[in-house]
């Protein structure tokens, strides 16, 4: 994938993660920038009938576990965006699945070992912004709210993006 195009999607990916913490919601514009953004990418490759293909299928999938109540409308258009990013080979696109499932997964853990700990928010309005932020996160907790699965799908598709990306401490000094 193009640079500057990979570094704009993990820009609005993790804008979109940010969000969906803060208020549970991903702004309908985000995805279809990003569906934009992996047709450019697809151009680029010259696969975007097969790339099209997969979001077909993904999101035939994901509106089903929509239809079941297992997930948010936004984190089903959110995810198939995010799959055209990938490039629709086999394997890219089920490492990105595994990525996205895996952050998930310790998503929900983390949110679990949270509920047990943390204490249910007092009733208080003064606060900064973080404070208030916190609050609410809270009482998300305390209730078992729905998770931020834009977090998940974030990471996935970050990691997916950029699969050789990693910090070598070596070079640094």
């Not at 606060?127 to 998770?147: H, T, Y």
Request: charge should be positive; hydrophobic fraction near 60%; proline fraction near 6%.
């Amino acid at each position: 994938m193009n640079a500057v195009l990979g570094i704009t999607a993990a820009g609005l990916l993790a804008y979109a993660a940010l969000h969906d913490l803060a208020v549970r919601t991903v702004p309908n514009w985000l995805p279809a920038v990003l569906l934009l953004l992996g047709i450019i990418a697809r151009l680029l490759g010259h696969d975007l009938l097969p790339g099209l293909l997969v979001v077909v299928i993904a999101f035939a999938a994901l509106f089903g576990i929509w239809a079941a109540g297992a997930m948010g409308g936004g984190d089903v258009k959110l995810w198939a965006a995010a799959v055209l990013l990938v490039s629709p080979g086999w394997q890219p696109q089920f490492a990105f699945f595994v990525d996205v499932v895996l952050a998930g997964g310790l998503l929900a853990v983390v949110y679990l070992g949270l509920s047990l700990v943390v204490p249910r928010p007092r009733a208080a309005r003064q606060g900064g912004r973080l404070r208030r932020f916190l609050r609410v996160e809270q009482w998300r907790i305390a209730r078992r709210g729905p998770l931020p699965y834009a977090c998940a799908i974030a990471a996935g598709a970050i990691t997916a993006l950029f699969p050789h990306a990693h910090l070598n401490l070596a070079n640094l000094g």
